[in-house]
C-alpha cells in the first residue's frame, strides 16, 4: 500500500531556531516528492520539489533532502520566523498513472515562538 | 500566489441542503481537482478532471458531484447535505504533465448542522 508518513507530528521552536522535519514514503513507482506548506485556512504552496536523482534542493531558508534508497525525505528550515508557523506537508507522486497520481503525508504542524 | 479561486470560503448550512462550491482557475490548466481534508487528515482526492467534458471519481467515496462544461471551471455540488458532509474542501489545478505542480485554491469549510 502506498504511503507517506511524517515526523513529527507538531513542534514547537523558538524564532530564530532551526528546525528538520521527516517523510518517509512507500510509493512505488516513485516520480517526484514535493514538500508542501499550509497555512491555517489555506490551500498547500508547493516549496520545493526533486526527482529520483536529486539530492538536495533549496528555496531560500528552507532545504529539502531525498534519500530514494530508504525513502526518506526532510525539510530543514534555517532561523524561523514567525511566518513559518503553519502545516508542512509531504507529497509523493506516483509514475504509474497518467495522472500522476499523489499521495499526502498528514502534515507536521509547525509552531513559531517570538 | 496561484490564481485559483474557490467560494464560497465558509459555509454553514442546515440538513438536506443542496450547495454547489465554485472553483475557478486563470491559468489556462487542463487538469482539475477536488480534496477533501479533515483537521489533521491527509487530503483525500475526490474528484478529478482532464479537461472540458471529462470528470472521475478519486479514492476517496463521496455523494458529491462534479461538472466541467468550461477550462476555467470545476464545481462541486452536494444534492442534500448531511452532518458527516462537514468538511474542509480544496480546489486544485495543473498543466499536463506528471512533474507539473497543482496550484490549490484557499479552500472551502463546509460546516453542516
Known amino acids: 500500500k502506498n504511503q507517506v508518513e511524517q515526523s513529527p507530528q507538531s513542534l514547537i521552536i523558538l524564532e530564530g531556531k532551526n528546525c528538520t522535519l521527516q517523510?518517509?514514503?512507500?510509493?512505488?513507482?516513485?516520480?517526484?516528492l514535493r514538500w508542501y506548506k499550509q497555512d491555517t485556512g489555506r490551500g498547500p504552496v508547493s516549496l520545493t520539489i526533486?526527482?529520483?536523482?536529486?539530492n538536495t534542493k533549496s528555496n531560500g531558508r528552507y532545504t529539502a533532502t531525498l534519500d530514494a534508497d530508504t525513502k526518506q525525505s526532510s525539510l530543514h528550515i534555517t532561523a524561523s520566523q514567525l511566518s513559518d508557523s503553519a502545516s508542512y506537508i509531504c507529497?509523493?507522486?506516483?509514475?504509474?498513472?497518467?495522472?500522476?497520481?499523489?499521495?499526502f503525508g498528514r502534515g507536521t504542524q509547525l509552531t513559531v515562538w517570538p | 500566489e496561484a490564481d485559483i479561486y474557490q467560494t464560497p470560503r465558509y459555509l454553514v448550512i442546515g440538513t438536506g441542503k443542496k450547495i454547489t462550491l465554485e472553483c475557478s482557475q486563470t491559468?489556462?490548466?487542463?487538469?482539475m481537482y477536488w480534496y477533501q481534508q479533515d483537521p489533521g487528515m491527509e487530503l483525500h482526492l475526490i474528484h478529478y478532471?482532464?479537461?472540458?467534458?471529462?470528470?472521475e471519481k478519486g479514492d476517496l467515496s463521496s455523494e458529491s458531484t462534479v461538472s466541467r462544461i468550461r477550462t476555467e471551471h470545476f464545481p462541486l455540488t452536494l444534492e442534500s447535505a448531511r452532518p458527516s458532509h462537514t468538511s474542509q474542501y480544496l480546489c486544485?489545478?495543473?498543466?499536463?504533465?506528471?512533474?507539473?505542480?497543482?496550484?490549490f485554491g484557499p479552500g472551502t469549510r463546509l460546516t453542516v448542522l
Open positions: 507529497v509523493v507522486s506516483d509514475r504509474g498513472s497518467t495522472l500522476g497520481r499523489l499521495y
Open positions: 486544485a489545478s495543473s498543466e499536463t504533465g506528471i512533474y507539473n505542480e497543482q496550484f
Open positions: 478532471s482532464y479537461g472540458v467534458n471529462s470528470t
Open positions: 517523510c518517509n514514503y512507500t510509493v512505488s513507482p516513485f516520480s517526484n
Open positions: 491559468m489556462g490548466h487542463d487538469k
Open positions: 526533486m526527482t529520483f536523482s536529486e
